[in-house]
């Protein structure tokens, strides 16, 4: 079956389309969902044991406070308050951590760790997948049960100081609310501010039962600066002075009504309050300060509570990882020595606080309860909690794990009810021995054990993958990718046809074995799985079909290769020739060994270093047939014909065009550039290199970036990036026209203009450092140009389409894709932070010179040209800063010429600007191979060395 290439390319990418789809559908687990997700009014809490059936057995845990305020800090890291920059910049934090008055925790964040996904797994205990990475974008109201619907249904009053992500998921569920766009990254100091504003006022009211107040501040500065920014020092100590005032505020609630309490009564004694909620406290009253530091951007996140308990009074504070109590002359016991922070699960916040304000916990909730928060209650009321939360997991359980039956969570969390209940039993009789406690003290280890267990084993079945979707996948996409591989050469040939052998495959022998192979493969993996697969719910027609064209198309690359093999011991006819160089046996066993890398994830969180070495190796080879090209061939073969094409073109001669011709140099300095061009593209390399530390391991070590965006060196950065800008404008400015060569030149003045008033860089006589604006009129300035330059790209393309004279043609059509390329790297220049303007002009200056002196010199084919393309381009990815990590992503340059969050235009930049790297190299690949393809090289002589 011959197709033309086009058509082959066509279905190739179709099919690869499909199979990368059902890749990602066995890649992302299916969500733990409980078949009474929805906010639903079912019988909440279990009956207790040995109580009866009646209405008190299923009635409500007395709350253990009655206020709540959570203050979440985004992006607040461990080492930001644990480390010695706690100490500095944190010292009231610090000091109530280290005088032993508190209990810390660091909570584990699961990916995603982003805004809305985070929020989600705070208020349903549940963990979001990748998927709400997307929805964060555009939040929408959440439907599945959560905190703060269970709060609002049971009459409590909620107020909202923040991001309005908060707002937008949980629309009418705040009394009172105040958000603020989380998008627009380049503000750190307004953003908080509008929290802060209603922090006093707030604080003396009496009219709400729980205060949330997200800060983004510190988040946007780890945006725009990194963690290792001079503004993250101030903004911590403006947490820690929030942080003290609400604790203060809190201290003199408690003195106030103490005191009241004294006016009230004649010295009665602080023993007469309610027996449920302080049973086993200090006479005096009790503050408890955890901190919900929520790692929003990290990995690691830390969850504040803060809770006092007097006189039926109740309050509690989380803001990041401790528990704060009050000094001897409130109230509490302090211990002595700082402990060790304890690690937790964030979702064990949800259960924790649902069942600390008497709410029923979220049914999708994976978390337990926290120990620390009722070890202070009766030995009863901590067992009542801990069956409630056993219960909930349980029914999670059993809804998502058809063999539920067989988790030893589950198994322990049976007999901890039946011991419970033999404890109960005891309890009501009123048996008040040793034997009692001693039982209850074993009850209540087997239900922290149980609950500890059933929340791991729902953990893991979010990580539990549909293995044969996966595989399935995989084996389409490769089949795909040998088959461009077997056909490039016929693609690529003058008929640009396509031979597949694939009617010749369906009457062979094999193709009924597969046929075979797949349909009782299928059945087994079918029969036999114990989890959710995708392919197995699909009919059995769709099935059965898929596995036919599986078969069919292994069949046809066995007979393409075997073909492929034949031909290549006869002498092949021209256009068609495809022999197995040096060159082509290293690019293919990279591509190749890169996709079988990423079965590791290690080699996935540091894929960064497998392209630098690709492209160390890339540059070695190219240097070896520079060598060969100029010290081993002989110079004057006039019997062989240069041809000069990457790909095959009319028979129309234009005029000769070379680099020796274009740059005015003799056939010497054209050999030692030549020689010259892998060494300084590795120079290029090793440089960009320590710009930007990428991936995980090193991630967080100083590199030049840091230095050049220190206050102290910006005069350098701002020489750096005027030279950069420079040097853009003059090796892009070669191909385009007058118009665009000017347009060029003013929209890089803006992009510099844009840096300074932003306060990146300084101009020469700027003797502040001191921003003069936002930035947003310059932005838009340069907009203008690149709107302009892209508009007479696309005028010569549509120009080339209508004119008469092929030459012509082809000329006009070469040159606007030149300026549509030169508009694409002016905008690329605006979004690039300053101290990555260096990057963009290396990449110029090796596109220049490798497409000068190496592709068309050395005559390499379109293909390898492709192959080295990519490779550059992925390597450029990561010399951006970036990585596979989803924290990398640069979201403030959403916002470049813009004053307010718009969905579209911030989605766009930010994506433009994350895949610049491969995007500039497949755009220069488009604009180099069209111009080869329309321009013919021809030798005056045989003593030219033209190429």
Known sequence: MKLSSSL????????????????????????????????????????????????????????????????????????????????????????????????????????????????????????????????????????????????????????????????????????????????????????????????????????????????????????????????????????????????????????????????????????????????????LSEILLRMIKSLLSWFRTALPICRHTNNGQ??????????????????????????????????????????????????????????????????????????????????????????????????????????HGSWMKLYLDGNTSEVLSNMGKKVLKQYLEALKAMSSALSKQLGKYDLYSMIMGTIFILQVLFFLMLAMPEALSREAVVDVPLASSLLSLPFYLLCLFGSALHVLVCTSSGGPCYLCSLPWVLVFTVILLSSAFTCALVSMAARRMSASNKTPAKGSDWTLSELDALLLIGTVGHTLSLGSSSFIEEEHQTWYFLLNTLCLAIFQDVCRKYFREQRHRCEEEDEGLLLPSSTEEGPSFSPVVELGMSWGSEKWLALATPLLTLTCCRLLRSLNQTGVQWAHLPDFGHWLNSGDHKAFLSVLAAVSLVLIFLLVQRHCSLVSKIALALGLLGVYSYRAAVGNVLFPWQHSSRAVSKGTVEARFVYVFVLGILFIGVKDLLRSQMMSSAVDSRRLKSRGLWEVYSGVVLL????????????????????????????????????????????????????????????????????????????????????????????LWACHLLCFLSSQRDRVFYRPDCSSPFG
């Open 828 to 919: 690329v220049a605006l979004l690039f932070r300053a101290h990555n303007l260096p990057t963009l002009a290396c990449c110029l200056v090796i596109q220049t010179i490798m497409a000068q002196f190496i592709w068309k010199k050395l005559h390499y084919d379109a293909a390898q040209t492709t192959i080295m393309h990519c490779w550059f381009g992925q390597a450029f990815f990561y010399f951006q800063g970036n990585s596979n990590n989803i924290g990398t992503v640069d979201i403030s340059v959403g916002f470049v010429g813009l004053e307010s969050y718009v969905e579209a235009p911030a989605i766009f930049l930010t994506a433009l600007s994350t895949y610049a790297g491969p995007l």
């Open 314 to 419: 109740n309050w509690v504070f989380w803001a990041g990882m401790y528990i704060f109590k009050v000094p001897p002359q409130v109230g509490g016991t302090i211990r002595v020595g700082f402990e060790k922070p304890g690690v937790l699960e964030q979702v064990d916040l949800t259960p924790t606080l649902a069942l600390g304000l008497g709410l029923p916990i979220s049914k999708n909730s994976v978390g337990h309860l926290i120990p620390a928060v009722v070890e202070e209650l009766s030995l009863r009321e901590q067992l009542r909690l801990l069956q409630i939360n056993g219960h909930q997991l349980s029914r999670l359980l059993q809804d998502s794990n058809p063999t539920f039956h067989k988790e030893d969570g589950y198994e322990q969390f049976r007999v901890a009810e039946k011991s």
């Open 8 to 283: 082959f390319a066509l279905l190739c990418l179709i099919c690869e389309i499909v199979s990368i789809a059902l890749f990602l559908r066995g890649f992302f687990p299916v969500p733990v969902k409980s078949s009474f997700s929805a906010k639903s009014k079912v019988p909440h809490f279990p009956a207790e044991p040995q109580t009866g059936s009646g209405p008190n057995s299923r009635k409500a845990p007395e709350p253990l406070f009655k206020r709540v305020v959570i203050v979440l800090i985004d992006a607040l890291r461990e080492d930001f308050v644990f480390g010695s920059d706690g100490r500095r910049f944190m010292p009231y934090t610090s000091h109530v951590v280290e005088r032993g008055s508190s209990h810390s925790f660091i909570a584990k964040a699961r990916p995603p760790t982003v805004t809305m996904p985070r929020i989600k797994a705070l208020t349903t205990g549940s963990i979001p997948g990748f998927i709400d990475v997307v929805m964060n974008l555009n939040s929408p109201a959440l439907l599945e049960d959560n905190l703060i619907w269970q709060a609002k249904s049971a009459g409590k009053r909620i107020i909202f100081y923040g991001d309005d992500t908060w707002v937008r998921l949980f629309p009418k569920h705040f009394m009172e609310h105040d958000g603020t766009t989380s998008f627009f990254v380049s503000d750190y100091t307004e953003v908080d501010n509008n929290v802060t504003r209603h922090l006093d006022d707030t604080l003396k009211r009496d009219d709400w039962d729980i205060l949330i107040l997200h800060y983004l501040g510190l988040d946007h500065i780890g945006h725009i600066s990194g963690p290792h920014s001079s503004l993250i020092g101030p903004k911590l100590m403006e947490m820690d002075d929030i942080i003290k005032k609400i604790h203060a505020s809190l201290i003199s609630k408690v003195r106030e009504f103490n005191s009241l309490q004294d006016q009230r009564s004649t010295g009665a004694p602080c023993s007469m309050t309610h027996p449920t909620l302080i049973n086993h406290h200090s006479p």
